[in-house]
């Protein structure tokens, strides 16, 4: 009963209080009269000092990490100060939060140290992505009797941003490596890579510590080392945000359809895996706009800040993936991942043209028929169907060994 005052022992106090006047009245002992007044006053009192005094000073939380991430605990700390050394024996927290959350959100509260402060520590861990409220936490403290109670705000609610869930997508740097290899010679860590050496013929000048030995042996005559700075090969992730393709949830929060979820988190893992594997990302929507600007390899505050900006992606109008051929006019060669929904045979006869700048087309849907597939299989596309559930992205796992459909 959060609304009653009384601890169990203040009501018990009460109690006699109240039952010591009615004793008196009917017996007339004058001393349960004292008795009775002075358990009464001593409630009241009690009651009195929790009213009248401050509540404890308490520092902002402390989120870890600054965004949280589906899937993945997330850890909040909150440190309290009475507000004077009678602050009383121990209480007890409570945090409030979005169902989201999941975890233990109230626990006992003890005053130590010289300076008398308590530390509020726990755990939750978000089930969806997007913006959620966390808070506001109440502490319940008491009186130095533990005779009254009194709850208390000390810190108010708070926003907190939940990415997409990351997986490991170790199957895509097997697919990747039959478009030449995701970094052949270089390293995947900017400013640890090494120079890429090429051999050319000797010229006067050239210093004799640079002739390539080897190469000179192969070529009948004197090479020289070349040095040419490593480029990290580029890819491309597009996300299909045309609300046509989803359910109607998609279009109004995060989280409200599954397969606009899976499509969402698959984007974020696939970006993240080919970073890693040494690809300059870039990331765009159906309609070619670019949704984050280009990840270099390595870079994780990039890929962090593109995870917080998915946290709150919805689809929307205006985005036809009839329109992405356009953007594809002067890309390279790395792979190419398209990531949609629902797809038809005419939609993939509108993205035949992408192949032809790739020699790495990947075609994830979470709804296409067998004949879209086929088509898409026909014209040189990876096709898989993402799957949508807790087992997201359990696809990778299955395309492994898979090349295209003929």
């Not at 000073?57 to 870890?64: E, F, H, K």
């Not at 130590?112 to 402060?117: F, K, L, Q, T």
């Not at 993939?348 to 898409?376: E, M, N, Q, R, Y």
Request: some cysteine; glycine content about 10%.
């Amino acid at each position: 009963m959060h609304w009653w005052p009384f601890t169990l022992r203040g009501t018990g106090a009460l109690i006699l209080a109240i039952a010591s006047f009615v004793i008196a009245g009917e017996t007339g002992v004058v001393e349960l009269m004292f008795f009775g007044v002075l358990m009464a006053v001593l409630c009241a009192g009690s009651l009195a000092s929790l009213w009248f005094r401050a509540a404890p000073a308490a520092t902002p939380r402390r989120i870890v990490p600054d965004v949280s991430t589906v899937g993945k605990p997330t850890t909040v700390t909150v440190t309290l100060r009475p507000p004077n050394r009678m602050m009383g024996r121990s209480g007890r927290w409570h945090e409030l939060a979005d169902p989201v959350f999941i975890g233990e959100l109230e626990g006992d509260l003890t005053w130590s140290g010289a300076e008398r402060v308590a530390t509020v520590t726990y755990s939750v861990t978000p089930s969806m992505r997007g913006t959620h409220s966390l808070g506001p936490l109440r502490v319940v403290t008491e009186d130095p009797f533990g005779l009254a109670r009194r709850a208390v705000r000390v810190v108010d609610a708070e926003s907190v941003r939940v990415a997409p869930a990351q997986v490991e997508v170790t199957a895509l740097r097997a697919m990747t490596a039959t478009a030449g290899g995701a970094l052949h010679a270089t390293h995947t860590q900017r400013g640890h890579g090494v120079d890429n050496l090429l051999a050319r013929p000797y010229q006067p000048g050239d210093s004799m510590r640079r002739i390539h030995w080897r190469a000179s042996a192969h070529y009948d005559g004197l090479m020289v080392r070349q040095e040419e700075n490593e480029s990290a090969p580029d890819a491309v992730v597009v996300l299909d945000r045309d609300d046509a393709r989803w359910g109607a949830g998609a279009a109004t929060a995060p989280g409200q359809d599954p397969a606009f979820e899976a499509a969402v988190a698959t984007t974020v893992s696939a970006v993240a895996q080919l970073s890693r594997d040494g690809y300059t990302v870039s990331v765009l929507d159906s309609d070619g706009t670019p949704l984050h600007e280009p990840i270099e390899p390595g870079e994780k505050a990039l890929l962090d800040a593109f995870a917080a900006d998915c946290a709150t992606i919805i689809a929307g109008t205006g985005h036809n993936i009839h329109d992405l051929p356009r953007a594809f006019a002067r890309v390279g060669s790395g792979p190419i991942v398209i990531i949609t929904g629902s797809v038809s045979e005419s939609d993939v006869a509108a993205l035949a043209p992408i192949g032809t700048h790739t020699t790495l087309p990947i075609l994830l849907a979470t709804d296409a028929s067998a004949d879209a597939f086929d088509h898409a299989a026909e014209l040189g596309w990876r096709v898989q169907a993402i799957r949508v559930g807790p087992e997201m992205p359990g696809w990778w796992d299955d395309a492994r060994d898979q090349g295209p459909r003929r």
